[in-house]
């Protein structure tokens, strides 16, 4: 009889100890579900503020560029959507590494990661749903980086052509000395609402011996079969014989000026590499780096660069998080640790730089990954002495003062 009561005794306590660890599960799914939620609800926003600066910065650019040569608002939203990509890449491991440091010191100064500490999360545990969060960064940067900026980049070079090579880009340009050609330099003063050009001046340098200036109170773009043309009204011809230094004046009521050789659509060649996805990086279609003019080995580096790109979105969000908690508890803002956090971004974006670099001249691309691994490498010690505030001590000189 005892030995069945021991039995029961032994059966219930291993029951309870089950459902203890059951109940601290669940409260651990739920810590982690809850810093997941935070760190990408803020990751959200610091994107969001971070996208529309580079954006803004870069619609204004664009503004003037487009809308100010006569391009409709559909070009300029067309343009401005291009150039979304590559500040959307450019934005989001700063918004990883913001959105880390800010909710590991709310989390500091609310007390919260003390709490979580005190009942067994260790700071490696801790930074589990931080990596979770630096691996979806990471899959938002890699499908920016490998398939949509090249995409976009292809396609807006192909419009920057297409722009480059109409009349309104090359003429409608009122009180700007334009040369649409060597030899040619076209003037007008004003454009009209109705496209009339007022005021033209147009000289036509190509010819050694002739040089012909022409002059018009107005001026119209008209299309026909033969191409564009410039159709100059009440002006007059001046032709300068350069052999025999005479000048010919020609007064015309209407004269027409064929352009259309002038603005044909401008060609930019082969593909940069920046411009192809990394699949045709790593394998280029057998034709294709006859045309594309860099090495094979050039390639392959800059296919590399961005899956090292991505590690780097993991990398920024652990130092921050990680530089928090070397803070432990406080009150107030860890400004300190904040501080340490973006001298540790800076040092591996300059080592970064240095061996993109390197790797672009040499042609090894493992280098590429070496800033990545110093960030894990760093992100780990600093989670290590996180947990034991006497070595902090030590190594920052209190114990020995």
Known sequence: MARYQFHLTRQYGKLRARQRADHRGKGVARFDKYLLSQLITLFGFFALVLVLIYWVNRAVILFDQLIANGHSAMVFLEFSALTLPNVVRLALPIAAFAASV???????????LVVMQTTGYSPFRLARPVLVFGLVAALMMSALTHFLVPTSLARLKIRQAEIAGSATARLLREGTFLHPAAGLTFYTAQVDADGTLRNIFLSDLRDDELHTTYTAGEALLLQNDDGMNLIMLDGMAQVLNTRTQSLSTTSFTEFAFNIGPLLAVTQFGAPTPWELTTPRLLRPPPGLLATI???????KVTAHERFSATLLSVVVALIGFSSILLGGFSRFSLWKQ???????????????NYTVAAARKSGDWPLLYLPAALGFCLAAIMLWLSDRPRVRAVLSGRRLA
Do not use: C, M
Not at 293 to 299: H, Q, R, S, W
Not at 338 to 352: E, Q
């Open 293 to 299: 003019g860099y090495a094979p080995a050039f390639l």
């Open 338 to 352: 904040v501080l340490l956090g973006i001298a540790l971004l800076i040092v591996l974006k300059t080592i970064d």
């Open 102 to 112: 800010y909710v590991a010191n709310r989390l500091a100064s609310d007390s919260e």
